[in-house]
């Protein structure tokens, strides 16, 4: 998955870089990580994600973004969250300094790593108060709340049950996982 250069990029190589390639690629101290390709569920499941938090979005201060903004972490990582939302967007160039929602779809081939090490540098990001992980393969949403006392989980398992995301403004916004899983799991609405 590694794109090994002969030698370390810097930070301004990879962004140079960054801006034409076709392929997205993970930075981090130095070295340059092409991003995995996805599945048809993986990418109905995004454009489910982005349609309907879109709508819940709509005439808030807030917006979410596709895989295509680049989030930038205070560890020096540069990668490409499947989504994300933020109040007030930041940016240095086109990666994405506050977020306040992160979504990753998980695969075979990256659910330890968006698990592990990217939640350990996620959780870095002062912005941060929402992580989800959605299973492309079956029904099932973890999501991680930043509280007072750490972070907590609650799964969804359900189709009937709701993602609920607190804006800073004080409002609600969900969605159904039946939304979310729509033309993705055989017992879910086409």
């Known amino acids: 998955m590694s794109t090994q250069p002969n ?10 870089f960054e801006a034409t390639s076709e392929v997205r690629h993970e930075y981090f101290r130095g070295e340059v990580f092409a991003m995995a390709g996805g599945t048809p569920s993986h990418a109905r499941i995004l454009v489910n994600l982005i349609r309907e938090f879109g709508i819940g979005l709509r005439g808030c201060a807030c917006e979410i973004f596709g895989s295509g903004l ?16 933020s109040c007030s967007p930041q940016f240095e160039g086109n990666f994405l300094l506050n977020p306040l929602v992160l979504f990753e779809i998980l695969s075979e081939s990256t659910e330890a790593y968006d698990r592990g090490k990217k939640f350990q540098q996620y959780r870095e990001l002062s912005s941060l108060q929402t992580y989800v992980l959605i299973a492309q393969d079956s029904l099932y949403v973890e999501q991680y709340k930043r509280g007072q006392g750490g972070w907590t989980m609650q799964d969804l398992t ?33």
Do not use: C, F, N, Q
């Not at 030698?7 to 140079?16: G, K, P, Q, T």
């Not at 989030?71 to 540069?78: E, R």
């Open 7 to 16: 030698h370390l990029l810097s930070v301004e190589e990879y962004l140079r």
């Open 70 to 85: 680049g989030v930038k972490l205070p560890s020096g990582l540069y990668t490409y969250p499947d989504a994300s939302i």
């Open 158 to 190: 359900a189709l009937a049950h709701k993602l609920i995301l607190d804006l800073p403004s004080g409002e609600l916004v969900s969605v159904d996982l039946s939304l979310l899983y729509e033309g993705v799991l055989t017992d879910s609405p086409s």
